[in-house]
């Protein structure tokens, strides 16, 4: 295939993308199927998802990437990213993907465009073109697939096509292991052109999946072993090398959907087909026809019929695009750096609504089966995405928030199908119950709506015991407060934001996960150490503590708000008199009263999780706390492709810590560029008015930046990953997992709130933006609260922050906060900074 290489000489070495961002489109146009690593799309934003690769790899699902898995995928496989929607042509043969994979056939030509919630795939071999779109409509439980082959010769061509999807027995754990009884359950029914698959619909079920297609077929495949052969695998499947299905009937084993058609295409002619892989629920009384065993298409009928022509398709994919534009015209910037206005205005927003949707539950890094939605990871999620649809928002919180337990304690997970939550992994990570006053203060900053704090919410999902979400709140707020080790800091229990930092439960036993093991040293404290303590809890409950502060006294409650407030103001006490450490805060007291993150440490000696927390709630700083804490980062910190999470990395192991230390330095929590927290220096720094050193960290990170070091970078280069591979690591730069990240939504707060300073309150819309000094200055439209605010900032005198002047619509306002005027109206504002 030809592909030009797109090089570029960097820092003295050469680097390499491969493919480019359409800003038009908004897609990413990926120009190779050899990308470093499989490069993934998310189909689907509602109920029916899909993960969809460069090389049409992935799998679907319904709600629950563990509970209703619908197609089957091979994590870790060799090679990697097995498992698919594959469109296999042989012409005569010369057998083919369209994606590439898994045949592997060198192409003509090769396009993966990704774009908001669809992606188009295009291969070309031997003058035939197949161009395969893939997309889940809106309010639609299946994934439409358009293909449309061309014959781009001068003369007749005559070739076959066929389909193939794998179906996987719904729980996708149960898939993955019980081979003795999956074996024997699989079950599908052929009705035309349409495959269903219904194991175990008959008894406990009540939902099937289909696959069909809009045209007659010379045959089908339902059986893996007769379309693929025991001993071939998918790229080489004996009936597409054959030439021709073989009507198989799958009867236990492994089933799979696979059409299989005829095609002659005069030169220059093209036809088109449209798939649907979908799913069904049915009322269980109305499972099956008369005979009591057939299932029931109706439903699946009507699905089908929906999109069964190209112009319906096309209707739907331009109701899908008309909903992005409406989502992401809700804020829109223009900046002097178009790398900027793509983070912001395309991909930054476009991953906030997958993080809000999956939480840490399917990427190609997380599994689907392991985690559902994660109490903190979901909070966090939602302040990157409660302007796109702040009903949903609100729908969710009342679904965290319900897996709350009455002390304030929380499960830590729920799976996204039950809303229950995991008792498997349980609860008391010390940080949880905070993140919950972040997002419900989040969510009426951006909305007006107070009436959030009188929804009656349940305690472990029990509605006989619920209480007001207030309650909710301030079961969260004390949950710290009641929970304070011998400093007055907040006891460190299970773990806090870092999952990693385990100071009461450590295991030296092979396979204990130090997350659910329970010391028995501390048993008698009620399993966690009283003594060990979480410093970056404590700035994270100066941080969010306010909110809560100022909720009771919009409700008038001001005695319990005085009382609130001096819990923090006792807080930042205990902070500055046991907790700085002379040039930054420390990290956490371990289980033996000793410092951890201290220069008096001999590893580990400063770490970034307090730090932005206790600069933005002005801890110490009085004492300069800031002004020191950001130049110890930069210097201890700062790298090439971000800041590092701890330093020096851990190169012994300090079981008194946990597991942080049984990563190899570089990696993951130890002293991997974990991007998450850079985003809380990155809006500390602009907190400080430091508009150079926040951008600084903001460009290393964001990965429209990293695009031209997408050879190093690994992932895709339209989102951001958990974790880059830190200074110590050997692999310095290198990023892993990949678009399920509270990165996402805190990135986006980080440039959209804190440097370009365009900030929801509880009282109006803040202007304060903290930039590079040699911008002009930029504009940005914000819809709020019903109206929308035309911004236009401007930056004579080249300072970094300073809010000059602001004018609403001519007229002057004191402050930087635009009051709401709630007439439906567009309103110009004006800012000077100076
Ligand atoms: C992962 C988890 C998140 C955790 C972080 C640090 O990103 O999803 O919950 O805070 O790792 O351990
Ligand atoms: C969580 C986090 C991850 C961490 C792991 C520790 O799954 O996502 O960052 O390394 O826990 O087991």
Redesign the pocket.
Known sequence: MIYVLKIYFLGGIWHMKFGHFDDQTREYVIETPKTPYPWINYLGSEAFFGLISNTAGGYCFYKDARLRRITRYRYNNVPIDMGGRYFYINDNGTVWNPGWSPVKTELDAYECRHGMGYTIITGKKNDLKAQVTFFVPNGYDGEVQQVVLTNEGSSAKTFKLFSFAEWCLWDAQDDCTNFQRNFSTGRVEVDGSVIYHKTEYRDRRNHYAFYSVNDAIDGYDTDRDSFIGLYNGFNNPEAVLAGKATDSFADGWSPIASHYKEITLAAGESKTLIFVLGYVEMPVDQKFEADGKTINKVKAKAMIEKFDTPEKVAAGLADLKASWDKLLGILNVTTPDDKVDRMVNIWNQYQCMVTFNLS?SASYFESGI??GMGFRDSNQDILGFVHQIPDRAKERIIDIASTQFPDGGCYHQYQPLTKKGNADIGGDFSDDPLWLILSVSAYIKETGDWSILDEMVPYDNDMSVAQTMLEHLKVSFYHIVNNLGPHGLPLAMRADWN??INLSCYSDTPGE???TYTNPKFKAEGGYSKVAESVMVATLFTYTGPNYVAILKHLGKDDEAAAAQAEIDKMKKNIMESAWDGDWFLRAYDANGEKMGSKECEEGQIFIEPQGFAIMSDVGKEQGADKKTLAAIDERLNTEFGLVLNNPAFTKYYIQYG?IST?PGGY??NAGIFTHNNAWIICAEAYAGRGEKAFEYYSKIAPAFTEETSDIHKTEPYVYG??IGGKDAQNFGQGKNSWLTGTAAWNMVAISQYILGVKPEFDGLRVDPSIPAAWDGFTATRQFRGDTYEITIKNPDHVNKGVKSLTVDGKAVDGCIVPVSGDGQTHKVEVVLG
């Open positions: 840490r392991g985690r999952d990693c996960s130090f997350q597991e990563y993951k929590e958990q974790m």
